[in-house]
T-cell receptor, first 116, second 114 residues
Framework: GAVVSQHPSRVICKSGTSVKIECRSL??????MFWYRQFPKKSLMLMAT?????????EQGVEKDKFLINHASLTLSTLTVTSAHPEDSSFYIC????????????FGEGSWLTVV | QKEVEQNSGPLSVPEGAIASLNCTYS??????FFWYRQYSGKSPELIMF????GDKEDGRFTAQLNKASQYVSLLIRDSQPSDSATYLC??????????????FGTGTLLAVQP
């Protein structure tokens, strides 16, 4: 099956710094990738939709200047959490849609971010 | 009203029983529906998807869709302790293959007792 890889799986950063999370589709080209955030015991909340070669579309309430998304190629999207604060600590998950074929979405393994 | 609603549970069933998980959605125009399983601390994994009214079976899993009632369910037959996880219902509000934007419910925690 299709594989989506995220890196890093866990990261701890200091408050005020920035951290980048990568999402790669390993065996298919992903024209669209999605970034979710999940707080403990809560559901996945869509943050933004990332389209290759264009600006990301952010969901209401998500600060685009804080959560920078770049989708520079058909296999890579990155999420940068800028000026991180402890309340940004969460599980960040990306997913990718295959360019053709099956109409469902493949999830990455997720990245745990802890801001101290 | 939440777009996708699920009972948070926990739903406790004995090993070997049928687990029934339910989900309702608010957007009547929704076209495709997904069930994901998520173990604690892990990413969701797709179990099944369904587009048409009726039942769709895959092994021990059966998805049921009733668009008139805006209701989708997942039945797990012969439940095993390894099935214990949170089950997330997700709805694609657009036509299949169009937006691919998934709206998730809060999930139902299933506990299968040995």
């Amino acid at each position: 099956g299709a594989v989506v890889s995220q890196h890093p799986s866990r990261v701890i950063c200091k408050s005020g710094t920035s951290v980048k999370i990568e999402c790669r589709s390993l065996d298919f080209q992903a024209t669209t990738m999605f970034w979710y955030r999940q707080f403990p015991k809560k559901s996945l909340m869509l943050m933004a939709t990332s389209n290759e070669g264009s600006k990301a579309t952010y969901e209401q309430g998500v600060e685009k200047d804080k959560f920078l998304i770049n989708h520079a190629s058909l296999t890579l999207s990155t999420l940068t959490v800028t000026s991180a604060h402890p309340e940004d600590s969460s599980f960040y998950i990306c997913s990718a849609r295959a360019r053709t074929g099956v109409d469902h979405i493949y999830f990455g393994e997720g990245s745990w971010l802890t801001v101290v | 009203q939440k777009e996708v609603e699920q009972n948070s549970g926990p739903l406790s069933v004995p090993e070997g029983a049928i687990a029934s998980l339910n989900c309702t959605y608010s957007d009547r125009g929704s076209q495709s529906f997904f069930w994901y399983r998520q173990y604690s601390g892990k990413s969701p994994e797709l179990i099944m998807f369904i587009y048409s009214n009726g039942d769709k079976e895959d092994g021990r899993f059966t998805a049921q869709l009733n668009k008139a009632s805006q209701y989708v369910s997942l039945l797990i037959r012969d439940s095993q302790p390894s099935d214990s996880a949170t089950y997330l219902c997700a709805v694609n509000p657009g036509y299949g293959g169009a937006t691919n934007k998934l709206i998730f419910g809060t999930g139902t925690l299933l506990a299968v007792q040995p």
